[in-house]
């Protein structure tokens, strides 16, 4: 089954930071989770780089705009590859094969009469790049910039946006278009039926940095119709729209369920299948902000933990979806907590007791253990593909977390290094369970920490693949006379 996911694409007038990191790192949750469930799986991100604020930044900087774009664009990127996230697309609004899908899509929402010329007067920001309404202004400054915004007065063409209100309340209440959580899906359909709905300026006469009106090159593009269209960039060149999940935070929301499906709609093309909006960060209990200097950077985080601690750190904290504070106490308690202690500690323990009691080979026997309860086994194979279906990735990681401290117990209730004195049958049983348990370990946190799955299994002595489940879930695959490395502990405590 075909599955196409999309992050945002990231405006280059600022870095990336902690905001920028979850959104990605969910896209690759979901890519290697669709992967090994055998989906045809397709995962696009980029950099949204043109807009009067691109050019007033490059310019401060005494640069071209594009050079600029170049700049930041490639910090995402390599912040990516040093995340190892697996996309499919890197796109760039800048991008040749971009450029020429927004001007081809525009023709088409003028032929079929859905542009018309006006006079556009209101308030601009430039921080938003977003027109604002007075009742939306805080002591007469957008409340997110703290900077008063522009009168502007000039000649725009409009998408008519209001012809599509009963259409888009019907869609998003159906489901035909899903948006998640319910509250944010609430959030949509009352903007949509509390208030009139109007045109839309999807053109600027004095930025020219930005892609130009096919018809009327005094005009370029306005950078939010330029952005939106990126994923219809990236799926014409595989086949693959309508997307399936475009995964945002909530202060894009309006955009992409407002005027991207209307687009749509109006082209003739399917809106996407479903949105899911996650919820900001807070540091130590406060907002992120340049002001207060606690802006997370994503590359620094990695100078003091390996890239798998931060991934499932972030999605083990909160609920996907709901707002959440990140610090750096946190991290440390749930490094030594549940990395450490509970996960590290218990493939630590069972592969040493198999190099010390077994010379490290695996033997798998013929009777079983009654006591040991496989239906825990496959109780979380379940919970955690549920929980993986519908975006709730800390369900799936408690799931995953209640089988490690189960096979922890396990351990102390049977004592193998009594047993390896007295049994050594049952100790076999025994110590196989725990070595099935850590595979099976290994593979359900696959999506979450590749590399420590690809660690542990490597140390059980198989060969991780990536892209199949299949057999994978079954007990007992692990095979007689498997031998096991014993190195160093995953996950070592820090003081
Ligand atoms: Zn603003």
Redesign the pocket.
Known sequence: MKYFITTPIYYVNDAPHIGHLYTTLAGDILVRYHKLIGDDVYLLTGTDEHGAKIAEVAEKKGIEPKEFADQISAQFKSLWAKYDVKFDRFIRTTDADHEITVAEFLTKLKEKDFIYKGEYKGLY?R??ESY?KQSELVDGK?P??N?VPEELSEPAYFFKLSQFKSQLIELIKCNALLIQPEIRKNEVLSFLQGQELEDVAISRQNVAWGIPLPWDNKHTIYVWVDALINYYTAAKEKNLWPADLHLMAKDILRFHCVIWPAMLIAIGEKPPKSVFVHGYFTIDGQKMSKSLGNVVDPDKLLEQYPRDVIRVFLFKAFPFGSDGDFSFDLLKEFYNGQLANELGNLVQRVLTMVKNYQNGVITKPKDIDPTFEIDKVSETWSLWKSSLDNLQFELGLKAIWALIKYANQYIDDNKPWGLAKSDSEKLAIVLYNLTEVIRHLSILLLPYMPDTASEISNRLGIKLQEDLLVDKQNWGVLKDGTKIELSEALFPRRG
């Open positions: 920001c921080g938003c604002k957008c997110d910039h900077r």
